[in-house]
């Protein structure tokens, strides 16, 4: 009786929760994939069973962006994971100067908004915008860099603005997660003469290695989300060379003629995506 | 509450004035009006608003500014929930898209061809938004294209006004590459995200993206093999000929800080734009635009231009469409007003009588623009847009890095064929 009571309190308690979850979670997740499998123009809606997904494998622009977005995933993460350790160990250092002040610095670019650094790399990579002045004036180079007219220079600034923006974010979760390793094993590993980069390869790394698989995951997750910047910096061009596959929703949905069905079908992608890449990631991160 | 009181208490008086001076209907309540650009089309809107007052004093006409993309954004999902809510009454809509519009959410918008007399406004405009029997918009500017110059540019180059009226793109590119060289200033600039050019070569063919029965229409398309090559041709020219902009601020600015010397492939809605260079006051001149070097191509197309609609859901319908048919579809001198101070060129054909559109420009040297654009306005080929003009731009635009290193003509219109084809469904 007594935990029948219970089970009654504590279903009533996380009613309200499940209820809200449910009207806003479940039902648009259900309901997006029953949308999937209709075909049609705008909301003239029929059914089309697998349509959508014969549709995906002859799309060359469906292919294209999920090049793109696997190209972002796989030359950004591990440059941004790499550079936010780097950073993480060498302000973990107790003896470097200014060290409150360049923590705050690198972390600083993750409080702006995505469409406000987008707006101002897009003004800073123009054909005469500040970066290309700037190389000049340096005689880096005699010509203009095409950034954002290039295909090939267009996915550099895409790298080098998201990296810029999320390092620092990474950055943070290495630094806490330093705290947690005893300094002592540090220190005797100094009296056994171990040097500094294989302190940091041998012993830094495999400690911080649910960490690294954390952020590994979480930023695999942002980048094949990746939407804002490419929006607003390119556009998606210079011909499709930085259309991802959420750009591509978005352009199914609202630039072309909307195809729902479709769009939802891509947004399934994802979904797959997200699940095989975190799954394989778990796979090889598990200790033998 | 108390501005509701205000209006029913205005209404009363407005219903009393009926039986003293028994005018033809009361008319009360607010229509919303959703539009881009403040300062031309919502310029425009304010001042029909202030001539309906005298008409509907009962009438309260909001204006509601959006940028173009999230208007769009909008009113698509908007429709797609099914919750009429939010909705406007009148909505500002971009010709190329209003087939797409019609065809997607039949039976959002209100035909008005029962309210308004279609025959005083300009064919083409009228064709965008037919759909069947149907007529749904009230048609507002025109998108005629011209090739605006820089007079004093091209004659320190050595070219006058004869030189530069009624040529080919060929012949365009020629003199682009002389006066670059003469005098360092490129006559154009070329956005690797706009497919606007291609568009504007074909419909001055009389050829568009697909047939009039809305079938795709590349391949074996004599205007569009051209105009893939001439633009093929001024890619490859680079920086001999061209800058390249990104954007809309970096396009306008290119030629408003005096650096490009022309804008060639734009609609005579620009005009606003290109005269906000104040200190470049009669350095200026018009063309007609470059025409196809092909048989049936003329020096006249469009670019852009947008029309009212109003939605089906609108609780105020007979107000809505009463303003359109009082105001926009009825007073001339409202067109002569918002063409001497916006630049706006409609397609409302009696307005072309009045005295504004044949008044000389001292911007552009004296020159008499608006006869210009009323002659040109008369040249265009009318064209169906279709649906899908948004897929098959992406895909000319993908094949552009190709059109640069001159890869085979024919293998790129293949290419842009077999993408657009597998997006048109």
Redesign the interface.
């Known amino acids: 009786m007594q935990s029948r009571r219970t089970d009654i309190w504590g279903w009533s308690l996380i009613m309200p929760a499940l209820v809200l979850l449910g009207i806003f979670m479940i039902y648009p997740i259900l309901s997006s994939l029953w949308l999937s499998l209709h ?1 049609g ?4 809606l029929s059914f089309g069973g697998a349509a959508n997904i014969l ?1 995906l494998a ?4 469906f292919l ?1 962006a999920l090049f793109n977005t696997l190209l972002f995933l796989v030359v950004q993460v591990p440059i941004m994971i790499a550079l936010a350790l780097v950073f993480a160990v060498a302000l973990d250092d107790r003896t470097l100067w200014g060290r409150a002040w360049f923590r705050t610095a690198i972390f600083l670019p993750c409080v702006t908004s995505l469409v406000t650094y987008s707006v101002l790399f ?1 003004s800073m990579f ?2 005469d915008g500040v970066v290309n002045d700037t190389l000049m004036f340096l005689n880096f180079v005699d010509q203009p860099i ?1 950034w ?2 290039d ?1 090939g220079w267009a996915r550099v600034v895409i790298i080098i603005a998201i990296t810029w923006r999320w390092t620092g974010y990474n950055m943070i979760f290495f630094l806490a997660a330093l705290q947690n390793i005893d300094r002592s094993i540090y220190e005797q590993a100094r009296i056994d003469g171990v040097p500094a980069h294989a302190r940091l390869l041998r012993l830094t790394v495999p400690m911080l290695k649910p960490i690294i698989l954390f952020l590994f995951i979480m930023s695999t997750i942002g980048t094949l989300q990746l939407f804002d910047e490419v929006m607003n910096i ?2 998606g ?4 060379a930085t259309l991802t596959l959420s750009l591509y929703i978005y ?1 199914l ?8 069905g ?1 769009a939802s079908t891509v947004s399934y992608v994802i979904v797959v995506l997200v699940a095989i890449l975190s799954w394989l990631q778990f796979r090889l991160a598990r200790d033998k | 509450m108390a501005s509701k009181t205000k209006t029913f208490t205005r209404a009363l008086f407005a219903a009393t004035a009926i039986h003293l001076f028994a005018a033809p209907a009361v008319l009360a309540g607010e229509v919303t009006v959703w539009f881009w650009d403040t300062k031309f089309n919502g310029a425009a809107m304010q001042e029909a608003a202030n001539r309906y007052k005298a008409v509907a004093p009962d009438t309260t006409i909001t204006l509601v500014d959006l940028a173009k993309a999230d208007l769009e954004t909008k009113l698509q999902t908007q429709f797609a929930s099914g919750v009429t809510d939010g909705l406007p009454d009148i909505v500002l809509i971009d010709d190329l898209r209003a087939q797409l519009y019609l065809q997607s959410f039949t039976g959002s918008f209100e035909p008005l061809n029962g309210a308004i007399d279609h025959s005083q406004f300009a064919p083409y405009k009228v064709a965008v938004a037919t759909v069947g029997e149907n007529i749904y918009s009230l048609p507002f500017d025109s998108g005629v294209a011209g090739f605006y110059y820089r007079s004093d540019i091209l004659a320190e180059a050595g070219y006058a006004a004869a030189d530069m009226t009624d040529i080919t793109w060929d012949r365009f590119i020629e003199i682009g590459i002389d006066v670059k060289a003469k005098t360092g200033h490129p006559l154009l600039s070329i956005d690797m995200a706009n497919a606007a050019p291609f568009r504007m070569m074909l419909q001055s063919a009389g050829s568009w993206y697909f047939t009039p029965e809305g079938e795709l229409n590349l391949v074996g398309n004599a205007a569009f093999k051209k105009a893939i090559e001439t633009y093929s041709k001024m890619l490859q020219a680079g920086d001999t000929l061209w800058k390249p902009v990104s954007g809309w601020a970096e396009y306008t600015g290119a030629f408003t800080g005096g650096e490009v010397a022309a804008v060639p492939m734009t609609g005579v809605w620009i005009t606003g734009t290109v005269k906000s260079a104040a200190d470049q006051a009669g350095k200026w001149a018009v063309a007609p635009v470059p025409r196809l070097d092909i048989e049936g191509s003329v020096n006249a197309t469009n670019h852009g231009g947008s029309s009212w609609y109003v939605l089906s859901s609108s609780a105020e319908k007979t107000e809505a469409i009463d303003f359109l048919a009082q105001v926009w579809a009825k007073d001339a001198d409202f067109y002569q007003k918002i063409l001497v101070d916006q630049g706006a060129f409609a397609t409302f054909l009696p307005a072309r009588e009045g005295a504004a559109y044949s008044s000389a420009d001292d911007f552009f040297g004296g020159q008499t623009v608006w006869k210009d654009f009323s002659t040109w306005v008369q040249q265009i080929r009318p064209v169906n847009y279709g649906i899908f003009a948004g897929e098959v731009d992406a895909a000319i635009l993908a094949q552009l890095p190709a059109m640069a290193a001159g890869e085979n003509v024919d293998t790129i219109i293949e290419n842009i064929a077999a993408q657009a084809k597998s997006a048109m469904q």
């Open positions: 075909t123009k705008g909301m003239n549709r002859e799309d060359p622009v294209r897009k123009a054909h095409p954002l007219t295909p390119t556009e061009g210079p011909a499709d352009n949905t609202f630039k072309f003629m909307p195809s729902y479709y």
